[in-house]
């Protein structure tokens, strides 16, 4: 009789199985894609759809460097661009655009400088504007070249030093579009950074 009623007990198990089970989809990516390696990898502002960042990614910085904050000090800051997908066998480039409009924020919480660094600048929030191509930083060329059997490409911003002012921040928005021809990855094409001027 136990035997009887483990079989269809069994059969019930086996079909609610085959019934209820999810099937996972493996995520196929068509084509090469590109994306900003910060923005994959931090939390977007409060009510952005990307990152606003006054820190400079670890690879970015200078080698032996304690000092993280992003200072209108004379400096190269490089912004990885990942690629998502396959490798491709010849280079490419990544089409890039710098934000002209408004300052999409006002102002921005710069955390205090990490302890060691020189020089040493408490945390505030700072009064955000547009950060001028020529004053706060070189103008930047909207493309970048992507090299062959690669999955990092990089866009330099060399940061200008106008002086100090007190409270105060500058904005650069940057966009990858489709310009080049790897194309963005939707969610992971924009990031904002902002220059502590003081």
Not at 47 to 61: C, V
Not at 114 to 128: M, R
């Amino acid at each position: 009789m136990k035997k009887l009623l483990s079989i269809p007990v069994a059969a019930l198990i086996v079909l609610f199985c085959l019934s209820g089970c999810i099937k996972n989809d493996p995520v196929l990516v068509e084509g090469a894609k590109v994306e900003f390696d910060a923005t994959a990898l931090n939390t977007n502002a409060a009510g952005f759809t990307y990152p606003i960042m006054g820190r400079i990614p670890a690879y970015g910085r200078v080698a032996n460097t304690t000092d993280s904050t992003l200072r209108r000090y004379p400096q190269t800051v490089r912004i990885r661009i990942n690629l998502v997908g396959a490798q491709l066998s010849s280079p490419g480039t990544v089409g890039y655009e710098v934000s002209t409009t408004t300052a999409p924020i006002t102002t921005f919480a710069m955390p205090a400088t990490i302890g060691g660094q020189t020089p040493a600048a408490p945390a505030g929030t700072l009064a955000v504007s547009n950060a001028v191509a020529g004053t706060d930083y070189v103008a930047l060329s909207g493309k970048i070249d992507f090299p062959a059997n690669s999955s990092f490409g990089f866009i330099n911003i060399t940061i200008l030093n106008p002086g100090p002012t007190a409270g105060q921040g500058k904005y650069i928005g940057l966009k990858l579009n489709n310009s080049g021809t790897i194309k963005p990855s939707f969610n992971y094409s924009e990031l904002g950074l902002v220059i502590d001027q003081r």
